[in-house]
């Protein structure tokens, strides 16, 4: 009795002066509008970087599960209870407190504060969209109020988020308010109009509705102005999650005995580069060939957090300290690409014209890293319309040039996108037009996420679907 009470007055010490009301501490009343967007960016991030997107990278070829509850993942045995994590980011973080930022934002006239939670919003119910297809949006965050939310449909899921980034274009414009919780962009209103029109070519690029995909790429990220989530070398607080789960959480369970570094690796059969292309640059940034990553990557590639043959000093794409990508320059030129070859009448000019500015970039190796080491051999020439003649460097099949030109496009969306969501996306909305190798033994391969089992066991309007069930926009004929 003598040490409980002790011990009693010694808590009772440490909580002097602070609030013991349980809603207080929550009350939007006594939190900074700064504090719920820094909370908004961070939940971006854990949902961009969570687990979901290495079960789609596993999918598309980017990885393999090599261990654990992984080696089902790797043949498409999946539960819902694997989807919970970042369903509760999207609703019970992000989109809640959007909410709550949007009545104070609006009441304190910040509406570069609200634009910039707009972005964020349209940037995670856009994927979300894409990784379930119907999902609740109109109805969610609501509770109380609405118990059980229903289910919009995926095409009123874009439009929603399309017109939530029309409306962040128009707040960013009012220039009123200050966005000093952004640690994305530093609330720089130009950039996040940019990355804004970038968002909007995303997603009119998964609609199918490629002249608007032009329009707002042609208005997107620019040079330099990529949204990045900022990563340092500090476990539990910001260290690349990807680095967390391959260095110290799960060693060993997620490798890459999978197609994408063997499109990459000049010294296999699949290898892409030509006259124009050297490929070691990147395959050295996004993997590590067997013998290089501590004894795990004996079985095979690895993906690369660090350069042991450099004794570690540079990182790699899943290093701890660097940045994620969401959306970026890369992503909005070949976007531009696809779509001018996408519309009703292709324009491989254009659609050139923007493959070159990328390959114009990644010469100069500076995507790959900026140090000499992972630079190395890095070479990307322009292509000219020849390339993918019958017999051209870039057609060696026989194809037709225009069909040549996008399966190039598409290759490099593919090896662009490594360790991305958008790289899953692809493979499901064009069918897999590039014909990724399926799991040993499988004939079709996942088509979505399953919803998490607290949604199935809460929510009566949950759909009855399974992996191998297509997404709506997805099901029509790329």
């Given at each position: 009795?003598?040490?409980?009470?002790?011990?009693?007055?010694?808590?009772?010490?440490?909580?002097?002066?602070?609030?013991?009301?349980?809603?207080?501490?929550?009350?939007?009343?006594?939190?900074?509008?700064?504090?719920?967007?820094?909370?908004?960016?961070?939940?971006?991030?854990?949902?961009?970087?969570?687990?979901?997107?290495?079960?789609?990278g596993i999918w598309c070829d980017y990885f393999t599960g090599e261990d654990r509850q992984y080696i089902g993942i790797n043949s498409y045995i999946v539960?819902?209870?694997?989807?919970?994590?970042?369903?509760?980011?999207?609703?019970?973080?992000?989109?809640?407190?959007?909410?709550?930022?949007?009545?104070?934002?609006?009441?304190?006239?910040?509406?570069?504060?609200?634009?910039?939670?707009?972005?964020?919003?349209?940037?995670?119910?856009?994927?979300?969209?894409?990784?379930?297809?119907?999902?609740?949006?109109?109805?969610?965050?609501?509770?109380?109020?609405?118990?059980?939310?229903?289910?919009?449909?995926?095409?009123?899921?874009?439009?929603?988020?399309?017109?939530?980034?029309s409306s962040a274009i128009a707040n960013f414009e009012k220039n009123l308010g200050n966005a000093s919780g952004d640690f994305f962009l530093g609330g720089?209103?130009?950039?996040?109009?940019?990355?804004?029109?970038?968002?909007?070519?995303?997603?009119?690029?998964?609609?199918?509705?490629?002249?608007?995909?032009?329009?707002?790429?042609?208005?997107?990220?620019?040079?330099?102005?990529?949204?990045?989530?900022?990563?340092?070398?500090?476990?539990?607080?910001?260290?690349?999650?990807?680095?967390?789960?391959?260095?110290?959480?799960?060693?060993?369970?997620?490798?890459?005995?999978?197609?994408?570094?063997?499109?990459l690796d000049v010294g296999h059969p699949n290898y892409r580069g030509n006259a124009k292309t050297d490929e070691s640059a990147r395959f050295r940034w996004?993997?590590?060939?067997?013998?290089?990553?501590?004894?795990?990557?004996?079985?095979?590639?690895?993906?690369?957090?660090?350069?042991?043959?450099?004794?570690?000093?540079?990182?790699?794409?899943?290093?701890?300290?660097?940045?994620?990508?969401?959306?970026?320059?890369?992503?909005?030129?070949?976007?531009?690409?696809?779509?001018?070859?996408?519309?009703?009448?292709?324009?491989?000019?254009?659609?050139?014209?923007?493959?070159?500015?990328?390959?114009?970039?990644?010469?100069?190796?500076?995507?790959?890293?900026?140090?000499?080491?992972?630079?190395?051999?890095?070479?990307?020439?322009?292509?000219?319309?020849?390339?993918?003649?019958?017999?051209?460097?870039?057609?060696?099949?026989?194809?037709?040039?225009?069909?040549?030109?996008?399966?190039?496009?598409?290759?490099?969306?593919?090896?662009?996108?490594?360790?991305?969501?958008?790289?899953?996306?692809?493979?499901?909305?064009?069918?897999?037009?590039?014909?990724?190798?399926?799991?040993?033994?499988?004939?079709?391969?996942?088509?979505?996420?399953?919803?998490?089992?607290?949604?199935?066991?809460?929510?009566?309007?949950?759909?009855?679907?399974?992996?191998?069930?297509?997404?709506?926009?997805?099901?029509?004929?790329?």
């Amino acid at each position: 009795m003598l040490f409980l009470t002790v011990g009693l007055d010694a808590c009772k010490n440490l909580t002097n002066g602070y609030s013991t009301d349980t809603i207080k501490i929550t009350d939007p009343s006594v939190i900074n509008t700064s504090n719920y967007l820094s909370g908004i960016e961070m939940s971006l991030i854990a949902i961009y970087e969570g687990e979901l997107v290495q079960y789609g990278g596993i999918w598309c070829d980017y990885f393999t599960g090599e261990d654990r509850q992984y080696i089902g993942i790797n043949s498409y045995i999946v539960n819902a209870g694997l989807m919970e994590d970042t369903w509760r980011h999207i609703y019970n973080n992000l989109l809640a407190n959007h909410v709550i930022l949007e009545a104070k934002a609006i009441s304190e006239s910040n509406y570069s504060a609200l634009a910039i939670s707009q972005v964020n919003v349209a940037l995670a119910m856009g994927l979300t969209a894409d990784l379930w297809g119907d999902v609740p949006f109109e109805e969610a965050a609501k509770y109380p109020a609405i118990v059980n939310p229903k289910f919009d449909a995926q095409s009123s899921v874009y439009e929603q988020a399309q017109k939530l980034l029309s409306s962040a274009i128009a707040n960013f414009e009012k220039n009123l308010g200050n966005a000093s919780g952004d640690f994305f962009l530093g609330g720089e209103k130009d950039k996040w109009i940019r990355v804004a029109n970038s968002a909007k070519a995303r997603y009119y690029l998964h609609t199918k509705e490629y002249e608007n995909a032009i329009k707002h790429g042609l208005l997107g990220i620019i040079l330099g102005e990529n949204l990045m989530a900022p990563h340092g070398n500090s476990r539990y607080n910001n260290m690349n999650l990807y680095y967390a789960f391959l260095r110290y959480d799960r060693p060993g369970t997620l490798l890459a005995n999978s197609y994408a570094p063997t499109l990459l690796d000049v010294g296999h059969p699949n290898y892409r580069g030509n006259a124009k292309t050297d490929e070691s640059a990147r395959f050295r940034w996004y993997y590590h060939a067997p013998g290089g990553l501590d004894p795990y990557s004996k079985k095979g590639y690895q993906p690369n957090y660090a350069c042991r043959d450099a004794n570690r000093k540079y990182n790699g794409f899943f290093g701890s300290d660097t940045s994620f990508p969401l959306i970026t320059y890369e992503e909005t030129k070949l976007i531009l690409a696809e779509a001018y070859m996408k519309q009703k009448s292709p324009d491989p000019a254009n659609a050139l014209l923007h493959l070159n500015a990328l390959r114009q970039y990644y010469n100069t190796g500076a995507p790959f890293k900026s140090n000499a080491f992972l630079r190395k051999n890095c070479k990307y020439l322009d292509y000219v319309i020849e390339d993918f003649s019958d017999g051209g460097i870039e057609n060696k099949r026989g194809e037709n040039p225009n069909a040549a030109l996008l399966r190039e496009i598409l290759e490099e969306r593919y090896v662009s996108f490594i360790g991305q969501f958008e790289g899953w996306t692809d493979m499901r909305r064009t069918k897999n037009y590039l014909n990724l190798p399926l799991a040993p033994g499988k004939t079709e391969y996942p088509k979505r996420m399953l919803y998490p089992s607290s949604e199935v066991n809460t929510n009566v309007n949950t759909p009855n679907l399974g992996l191998f069930d297509e997404v709506p926009l997805f099901r029509t004929p790329y």
